[in-house]
Each structure stands twice: as C-alpha cells, then as structure tokens.
C-alpha cells in the first residue's frame, strides 16, 4: 500500500472515531443530575421563564434534534454557546489553545531532549554509576504525581528560592509573533524572555514523566539493538563505533519510541491539564476545570471535541512518521 | 492457574532483584497501613488543634518574624515622629507527638497519611477490578468471536482511547457528582481498635466509618478499561487458534464455558502483570482527582497536597508529606510490576502516570 | 609451504555470567596460511563463533579474550611497532591483541572481516542494503584518505549527522563513489539487477541472495582473511552449493584466506585445506584434510568421520557420539580430558590435562592416544571418568 493510500485510510478511520467522540460528549448530557436551566436559573424562578430558557436551549426537541443541532454545527466550526457567558464556545476555547499547545510542545522538547541522551548513556555504559543514576530516575520520574512535583517546585524555586515566578502566563508565543510583526524587536525579545521564565516550571513538571519514560525506552531499546547481530556485523566490517551506535543502533530504537510518544500524547494532554492548575496557566485544562465548577456544559463538551479531535490528528500524522522512517512498515 | 514454571520464573526473579523485594515489602506495607489504620493512627485524621497548627515535622524548626510596634508604659514609643517597630522571632520546634508536623488545622499529618493509605488502595484495588472485569469481558468477547463483534467493541475502544485518561475523568467526574458510600470500619465498630487504643494510651475516637468514593472508582474504571480490554483480545485472539480450545468448541462446549475454562486462565498472567500497573496508574488518577478537589474525598493524599498549597511559605510540609506517600507507594508498585513482567514477559503495554 | 598469515596461539575466551565462568574457548592454537582455506569443524557449542569474534576483537561484555596471543602477518604494522611495542612484533608478524584499540579496529574491514550465519539478522533492517554495503567501502575510503582519523572513533562523523540520520532515512555518511563500489560488489557476488537491488531493504531479498550480500559486503575492505561463521547454515541445500562454490571463486579471485567455520563435515571436505576440530572449548585436533580424515588419531574425530559413510558425501552432519557436550561452565569441567565421559579408549592415563601431541609437524593432537596404544586393561568406565559436578548436568538438561 502506498503512503498515501495508507493516509486516507486512516483519515477515514480517523474520522469515524470523531463521529464516536462527538456523540460520546453529546451523551454526556443525560449523566449530569438536574438539567442545564438549572446552571443559568435561580431555584425559585418563574416556571414560565424556565419553560422560555428551557425553549430557547432546544432542551424540549426529540432528542435525535437536540443531537442534530449539536452535530451539524460542528464541522463550521459552530461548538454552541456559553451557558455562563452566553459566547461562542469554539472562541473561548481556541483563544485557549496556545497556551496549551505550548506548554505540550515545551515539555516534549524538555522531554526528548533529556531523555534520549540520557537513555543512550545508560545503555552505553550498562552497569556503571550513569546507568544506575538513571534507572533510579527513570523510576522515580514515572512514579510522581506532576501535580505535586509542580508544588514542590515552586515551594523551592519560586517561593523559597526565588528563581521563577510562580508562573502565569503574562505573554505567549503568539503575543511575541504579533509583537514581531509590529516590528518592535526589543519587545518581542523581552517578551519572549519573560514567557522562557514563565514557562520553565511548568515545562519541568509536565515533562518530567515523559523523560523518565523515553530515558526508560530509550534504555531498553538500545540496549537491545546492541545485541542485534546487525550491530556485530557492522562493526565487523570496519564502521567507527559512533556511527555503529547512533547511525544503526539509534535510528532503530527510535523508530519504536516514536510511536509509544504518540500513544502517551493523551497522557501529555491529561498532564497538561492539572499542570495548568498548579501553575494557573491560562490554558485549555484550566478552562475545562473552571467550566466543570461553572457547571457550564457546554464549554466543558467543546474542549473535550477539541482535545480528542486534536488527539486523533497527531495520532495520524505520528503513524505518517513511523511509516516514513520504518521503511519495514507495509502500511496495513 | 499459575503454573510451576511460572512459580519457578518469579522466585529466581526475586532472588536476583534486590529492587523487586525492596517493592514487595513497600507494598506490603501500604496495604497493612491502610489495613490497621484504626490501630496505629496516632490521632484521628479529622481531630483538629487550631493552638499546635503548621508544627513542623521532625528534625526542624520554624522561625517566624513578626513586626511588632515598641510599647513604653502603654503608648507607643515615637522617634523623630515616626512609630518605633521592632522584629520578634516566634519559633515552633517539632515534637514526637507529630513526627511529620501538623498541617494548617493542626491535624496531625502522619494521622492524614495513614487514613489516606485507605482511599487511595481503596480506589486503586477496587477501580482496577473494575476496570478489568469490563476490560476482560469485552476484550475476551472480541477476541473469541471476532469479525463484528470483534470490530464494534474495539472501535468503541478506540474511541475511549481518543479521550486522555485524566480529562475524561475529570469530565465524568465533574459532570456526575460525587456519591460516596460510607462504610462502617469493622475495627471500629467492633470495638476492637478502640479497646486497643485505651490499652496502649493512645486517644481514641477514631472515624466510624471508611468512605468508598463510589463515583471516582466508576469512573478510573471506565477510563482505564481499554488497556484490560486490548491486552485480554490478544490473548483470546491467539488462544482461540490452539487446539485444545478448537476440540473443546467440537465437542459442542458452550461458548462461556468455553472462554471460562479454556481462554481465561491463559490469558490470566499478562492481566496480572497490567493490573499491577494498573493499580499505580489508578492511584495516581485519583490523587489528581482528588488534587483538584473533584473526587469529594477529605482524607486522600492528592487532597492534602492541594490544602498545603496554601501554606506554601511558611509550612512545606504540608504539600511535601503526603506527596512523598504517593510516590513511595507507586514506586513499590511499579517495582512489582517490573518484577512480575521481567519474569513472566507478557509482553504488553500500558498507560500509566499522571 | 606457503608464509603463514594468522598465528593464534593459546587463545582462552571466557564469559563471566551470572551462573559462573563459561570457558568457551581454552588453549586454542592454529595457523592459517597465504591463500589457503583453513576449516574449523565442532559440534554446535564448542566454541567455534567465539573463536572467530576473538580473532576479529569482537567479544563483549560478559566476555573477554584473557590469553593468548594472535599474530598477525604485516610488515606495515610491523615497522610501525617495532619501535614502540617491541614484544607485539615478530619479523614481519604483529600480535594483535597487543596492538591499541584504535588499530585493532582499523583492521576490520582491510585485514579481517567476516560473514554470519543468519543473513537476515545481520543486515539492518531500515537501511538499503546498498548503502551497508557503501558504508563498508566509505570506511575503507575515509582510511585511505586520512589514514590518521581511520583510528579516531568517530571519523569525522560529528553531531550534525548524527541527529540527521537518526531521523531521516538520509545517506549522509556515504559517498556517491562508494555506492557505485557496492553495485559493482553486488554484481561481483552474482546479483542480478545489482543498481536496483542496493536501493532495496533487506526484507525484500532472499535468503541466499542476501546471504550473497553480505559476502559483497565482507569483501567491500579487500580483507586478508575472511571469517566464514556458518555461512550456509541458514540456507536451503541447493543454495548452500551456490554459495560455497561462490566463496571458493572468489577466494581464488582475490588471494585472500578463509577462515571456514562449520559444523559440517561435507564443507570441510568440500572446501578446505587444512582442518582444525573442536570440542568443548578446546582444537582437540588439526591438520591437513587428508591427513585428519584418512588417519584421525582423536577418538572424536574417529567419532565424527564414523558418522559419514563416505567422505565424498557432502551431507554428513555432525551427531555421532552419544551423550551431551559438557557445559564449558569453569566449575563444572572436570580436570581430566573433556571428551572422557564420552570416549570409547578412555583410560586412567585420561584423567588429567592432556597436553597437544605434536605427530608430524603437521598434524597434532589433544589425547594420549598420540604416545600410546589403547590398553583396555587400564580402561575406565565412562561415567566413573567424569566427576560428580559433570553428571549433574546432564541429568539436569
Ligand atoms: N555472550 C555469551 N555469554 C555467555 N556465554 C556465551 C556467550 N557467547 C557464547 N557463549 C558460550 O560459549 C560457548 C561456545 O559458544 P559458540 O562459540 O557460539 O559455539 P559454536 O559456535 O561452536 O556453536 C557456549 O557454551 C556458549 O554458551
Ligand atoms: S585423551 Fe583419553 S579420553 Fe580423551 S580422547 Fe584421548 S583417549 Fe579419549
Ligand atoms: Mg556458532
């Protein structure tokens, strides 16, 4: 199967699982006790204005209308309104999203970065005090809470030490571009020294279980391309042990870890979530937790699409990756 | 349904890993604190001491400095017209009565730990038999009949898995409520633990009851499912090929009896060694539940360490104590976890980590 | 008589496992001589492989080459060292082992190198088969081009490339020039299509043709010796004539000498010159081909030879003697001949070390049966001739 064959079916399947996740969301509704006129309306009202809420929300269609009117909008990009504000729920949410996505990408650098030397090293020097410096890491990454890890790094760095702030968001990436575009370089370089500051805590404690699982990958992986004969044929033939080692041996440890990155993106996300709270980032994960404790449905069911639909698609294009880079892969 | 070579494989493991006994004992631990709370609780987790807050735990002292106006017979003394302040340092040492400190209400935070022992293993053991009780079911019928079947059930696990683990619990969570199910504690009402305590001075009026977070160990469950229900397809995938199970369907055995005697206790190791995991990964789910303050739990580690917050510089341990009791504990876990897989080499993967 | 190219004298290897010392290979001493092909012949275990990657400084971690010395025919090396190292050099002969790291390393590839068993396995599987075999010829260039960096462990293969060719199926180690090298090395080695195939990966070839790569890719340094581990082994019969008639060709084409490794006699009777036989560790026997097999002096080489009717017949497999290969762990090796328990001629002589018996100069072997006649009076059973330590183990395989 071609690549590009090999993409649109996945689209497809990409797609159906979509669909599944939008009416998974749309069921959400009838598990919440009491209904949402409840959220926007004082207990005592007037019956007749709840029955006119309750009208305008489409809460007395059939219910395959209710899942019409939720549904059809989506693909223009139509999330509903706020129960709260009474605003589009797709502004709030993609207004949202840098922050995410920054802090995801930030951590995944930290990530990548750290842990696949990391893991290298410990291969290559199996049983020596690098390598039990990092199995006892890798140990201890995975099995912190990120929560509490962000708490006790602020307790030091920021609270005792004063090194960070506390962290907030005071400017974004996309702040910085505009203020580029503005042509107001020295702004866009103090801005963009702030955001480093700010983001820095947070990035540590999103990432942290990340590189403790691609050190702990990269590990085992490597140590077992070292033992693959491929690796005593190289060198038999004379290759210099760098390129026996990261051309041969890496490239093929990688190739699995990739895709165990793109599995673990939901627990990034997942991560990235309570992050935000610690560190009151005003990202999508603060947004969902606020909406939860506004009661505001229909805010909290437009993050969920956005998160899973997010999901799916890096999802793709890390099975895109992997194909491209295995050349083993027969797409099926 | 664990063979002797599988014994054989997990004893040689222990005696060659000292990390694999260090999370055995650890585990052990765990659950005999959560166990015999009632009895070796110093306090009661709830008992309240505003005059003995924010003690520290052993080994330090605070010192704290307050500016207060100088007094000179009953007025204040003014220089060059200015009031006069000077700085008075208040210390609180530690003391063996709270070994980890007290925490903003001046309960006792060793107390806390050992009675949030209970929630979280509550939460883990409970919520993972969940999980895997519906993980095993739908994954076993997939995997034994196939085709349709096979393809409604693990898309509808794909759709789960586009869902990460923590938001769709924070969501489920959020958007169900919080019913918990209070369960009266047997040393307690039986009288033991209380008799117990008046036996060997320590204060008695210890909690009656033990809170089961119903909704939060429905929902770990229902988010944690795929993993159970991916690893048990595989298993009946290749198990419905061998032939004893092929005789077993010839000589006309019910398709349940079939999967009950023949497909299950196969498949049981790999499930063994992902619910190990998964009791760690649940843990962690529901200490950030907890940390957010939507599991309704007021005795749990995530919850104690989200309280501390508010003490952050003036009192670390707080936030400190009970998050090193997560860690210890899924520690030892996954060091099991390691031990059973290294020794039985299922082969599976699974999510875990918050 | 043709110079002799490899010495190896006394080589031991052992590998310090979790369950003891392992001595695979003990006391080992044979030569390979100018253009010959020299065989060594045992029974899976007794330590062939490891005698092989010991010659070629190949052995990992838990093992390590702990005597012995291999020397090594080249007047390069020779005048290099004679000033520096004078005991690593002997006329025109070096001893390896003595020799730095670096250069031990230098001379994979242009003096030593080697086929494997499994073909499949030994190629890597996300990179065209071409351009492994490019790399082989790349090294080999860079040497010749910068002979200083040749021993450096990275040869100019920095950072930059790494991280490139970690993530990208790139060629950025190998030049244009060696592709083409190891098209006409593909070709060489009768693969058909040669331009088309070095762009494939190894999962789209075939056993043997693969089998045929890899050779192209042992010959890419023009090396001295080739070491031969089990080359057809993996192999079905009718390809295995193909590659071995292959081997012999190009033996002969290029001059070099072949370290023929097999556990085949019908090879050895096929192939090669002189022989050497081990068993347990040890080269109970060696000699020139006619000489082991028209008058074998070990009562395990008799055993062997016993096996196949006729020595023309190119399928004998080795399974003639009963009873197991003893372990090689050190705390199990009894301290008299290995092959005792299983030997027809045990006697009490047997029950110590038994030194290498020179016969003719050319022949020699490991067993008293050298200097004396089979006396069954002084014979001793099988099983009294082994210690406890040894029947343990095979009761417990
Ligand atoms: N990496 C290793 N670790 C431990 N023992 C080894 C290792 N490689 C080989 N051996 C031992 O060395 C002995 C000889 O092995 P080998 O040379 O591969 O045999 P052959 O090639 O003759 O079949 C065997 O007993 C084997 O157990
Ligand atoms: S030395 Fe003795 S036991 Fe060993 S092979 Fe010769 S005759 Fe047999
Ligand atoms: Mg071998």
Redesign the interface.
């Known amino acids: 199967m071609s690549l590009s064959r090999f993409l649109i079916k996945r689209s497809l399947?990409g797609l159906?699982?979509?669909w599944?996740?939008i009416t998974?969301v749309f069921g959400?509704r009838f598990?919440?006790?009491g209904d949402p006129a409840n959220v926007l309306l004082p207990p005592d009202v007037d019956p007749e204005v709840r029955a006119q809420v309750i009208a305008e929300l489409g809460l007395n269609e059939p219910l395959y209308v209710q899942y019409w009117q939720f549904i059809s909008g989506i693909p223009f990009g139509d999330l509903g309104l706020s129960l709260v504000t009474r605003t589009p729920v797709a502004a709030r949410v993609v207004a949202r999203l840098p922050a995410t996505m920054e802090l995801a990408i930030a951590a995944t650098i930290v990530a990548v970065v750290i842990a696949i030397p990391l893991g290298v090293l410990s291969a290559t020097r199996?049983h020596q005090p690098a390598d039990y410096g990092a199995t006892v890491f890798s140990?201890?990454g995975?099995?912190?809470?990120?929560?509490?890890l962000g708490?006790?790094l602020?307790?030091v760095l920021a609270?005792?030490l004063n090194l960070f702030p506390t962290s907030q968001r005071p400017i974004g990436l996309d702040g910085i571009a505009m203020l580029l575009a503005g042509g107001d370089v020295g702004a866009a370089v103090d801005g963009f020294v702030t955001w480093l500051w700010h983001i820095t805590l947070p990035a540590i404690t999103l990432g942290t279980?990340f590189t403790a699982?691609i050190t702990r990958l990269t590990r085992s992986g490597m140590l077992d391309q070292l033992g693959?004969?491929?690796v005593?044929?190289?060198?038999?033939?004379?290759?210099?042990?760098?390129?026996v080692r990261?051309?041969?041996a890496?490239?093929?440890t990688?190739?699995p870890v990739i895709t165990?990155i793109g599995?673990?993106l939901?627990?990034?996300?997942?991560?990235a979530?309570?992050t935000e709270?610690v560190f009151a980032w005003p990202g999508l994960g603060t947004l969902?937790?606020n909406s939860?404790?506004a009661r505001d449905?229909p805010v909290?069911q437009g993050s969920?699409i956005i998160?899973?639909v997010g999901?799916?698609l890096v999802n793709i294009l890390v099975d895109a990756l992997y194909a491209y880079?295995?050349?083993?892969v027969a797409y099926d | 349904m664990i063979s002797e070579r599988t014994r054989r494989n997990l004893r040689r493991e222990l005696r060659r890993s000292l990390l694999a006994k260090l999370g055995i004992v650890v585990v052990i631990l765990m659950v005999a604190m959560a166990i015999f709370a009632p009895f070796i609780s110093p306090y009661s987790p709830s008992q309240q001491n505003l005059d003995n807050a924010r003690q520290p735990p052993l080994g330090f002292s605070t010192a704290e400095t307050r500016e207060v106006t100088q007094m000179e017979n009953g007025s204040v003394v003014i220089e060059d017209g200015q009031v006069v302040t000077e700085t008075q340092t208040v210390y609180t040492n530690a003391t063996f009565a709270h070994p980890l400190g007290t925490d903003g209400n001046g309960r006792d935070i060793l107390s806390r730990i050992i009675y949030g022992a209970r929630t979280s293993i509550l939460v883990g053991l409970f919520g993972t038999s969940l999980a895997a009780l519906i993980g095993v079911l739908v994954g076993l019928s997939a995997g034994f009949y196939r085709g349709r079947v096979d393809d409604v059930l693990m898309?509808?696990a794909?759709?789960m898995?586009?869902?990460?683990?923590?938001?769709?619990a924070?969501?489920?969570v959020?958007?169900?409520?919080q019913a918990q199910a209070p369960i009266p504690d047997p040393f307690v009402a039986t009288g033991i633990a209380p008799a117990f305590r008046s036996a060997v001075g320590l204060p008695t009026g210890m909690p009656e009851t033990v809170v089961l977070p119903g909704t939060v160990i429905v929902v770990v469950a229902l988010v944690n499912w795929v993993w159970f229900a991916r690893v048990a397809r595989g298993e009946a995938l290749s198990i419905r090929e061998e032939e004893y199970v092929k005789a077993a369907k010839a000589l006309g055995a019910s398709d349940g009896r079939t999967v009950l005697r023949h497909v299950l206790p196969n498949a049981i190791t790999p499930i063994l060694v992902l619910a190990t995991i998964q009791v760690?990964a649940i843990i962690?789910l529901e200490?950030?539940l907890s940390?957010?303050g939507?599991s309704g739990a007021d005795v749990s580690w995530?919850f104690d360490?989200a309280l501390?917050?508010q003490y952050?510089?003036t009192a670390?341990w707080i936030?400190?104590m009970p998050?090193l009791a997560?860690?210890v504990t899924?520690?030892g876990l996954?060091?099991v976890g390691d031990w059973l897989r290294d020794a039985l080499d299922p082969g599976i993967?699974g999510?875990?980590?918050? | 008589m043709a110079d002799t190219i490899l010495s190896v004298r006394d080589l031991s290897t052992r590998f310090f496992t979790e369950e003891g010392q392992v001595n695979a290979v003990e006391n080992v001493s044979f030569d390979v001589e100018d253009g010959e092909i020299f065989g060594i012949v045992g029974e899976s275990g007794s330590g062939k492989s490891v005698t092989a990657?010991s010659v070629?400084d190949?052995i990992?971690?838990p093992g390590r080459v702990t005597q012995g010395e291999i020397w090594y025919r080249n007047a390069d090396l020779a005048e290099e060292f004679r000033g520096s190292k004078p005991e690593a050099v002997d006329g025109d002969l070096v001893d390896i082992r003595r020799l730095p790291k670096g250069v031990r390393?230098?001379l994979?590839?242009?003096s030593?190198?080697?086929v494997?068993q499994?073909p499949m396995?030994?190629?890597?599987?996300?990179?065209t088969v071409g351009e492994?075999i490019a790399?082989?010829v790349e090294?080999?260039r860079r040497a010749r081009s910068n002979p200083r960096s040749t021993r450096?462990?990275?040869?100019g293969?920095g950072l930059g490339?790494?991280l490139v060719?970690?993530?990208?199926?790139s060629k950025s180690?190998v030049d244009d020039e060696s592709m083409d090298r190891a098209v006409e090395l593909l070709d060489q080695v009768g693969i058909p299509d040669p331009e088309d195939r070095a762009d494939e990966?190894p999962?789209q070839f075939s056993g043997g043709m693969l089998q045929r790569a890899?050779i192209a890719?042992?010959l890419?340094?023009e090396p001295d010796i080739l070491i031969a581990d089990e080359p057809t082994t993996a192999l079905d019969v009718t390809i295995q004539a193909q590659i071995l008639n292959l081997l012999r060709d190009l033996q002969e084409q290029e001059g070099m000498s072949i370290l023929m490794i097999t556990h085949d006699l019908g090879v050895i009777a096929r192939m090669c010159d002189r022989v050497g036989v081990m068993y347990a560790g040890e080269v109970v026997e060696r000699g020139p081909l006619a000489d082991i097999f028209e008058n074998p002096v070990h009562p395990y080489t008799q055993g062997l030879l016993g096996s196949i009717p006729d020595v023309d017949d190119p399928s004998g497999r080795l399974e003639p003697i009963s009873g197991n290969v003893p372990s090689l762990l050190d705390s199990e090796m009894p301290d008299a001949c290995y092959f005792a328990d299983r030997c027809p001629k045990a006697m009490t002589d047997c029950l110590t070390r038994i030194p290498e018996y020179e016969l003719d100069g050319r022949h020699s072997v490991r067993c008293v049966l050298a200097e004396q006649e089979y006396d069954p009076a002084d014979a001793v059973d099988s099983a009294d001739a082994t210690d406890a330590a040894d029947q343990e183990v095979s009761a417990d395989d």
């Open positions: 399947q159906f699982v979509i599944g996740v998974v959400l598990i919440s006790p199996r140990l201890v995975i099995s912190t809470p990120n929560f509490w708490v006790m602020i307790l609270v005792q279980y699982l693959q004969t491929y005593r044929a190289s060198r038999a033939k004379g290759l210099p042990e760098t390129l990261y051309k041969h890496l490239r093929n990688l190739i165990v599995l673990q939901g627990t990034l996300i997942g991560g979530v309570i709270a969902i937790i939860i404790n449905w909290l969920l998160v899973a999901f799916v880079v295995n050349p083993q | 898309r509808s794909d759709i898995l586009a869902f990460p683990s923590l938001v769709l924070i969501a489920l959020g958007v169900w409520g760690a962690l200490s950030a940390f957010l939507f995530g360490i501390g917050r952050q510089s670390w936030s400190t998050g997560i860690v899924v520690i996954n060091l993967e999510e875990g980590g918050v | 990657l070629i190949l990992e971690s390393r230098s994979r590839g242009p030593f190198s080697m494997f499994d396995s030994s190629f890597n599987p996300s990179i492994q790399e082989a090294v080999q450096s462990r990275t040869q293969y490339s790494l060719d970690s993530l990208l199926p180690y990966y999962h890899m890719q042992a890419a340094g």
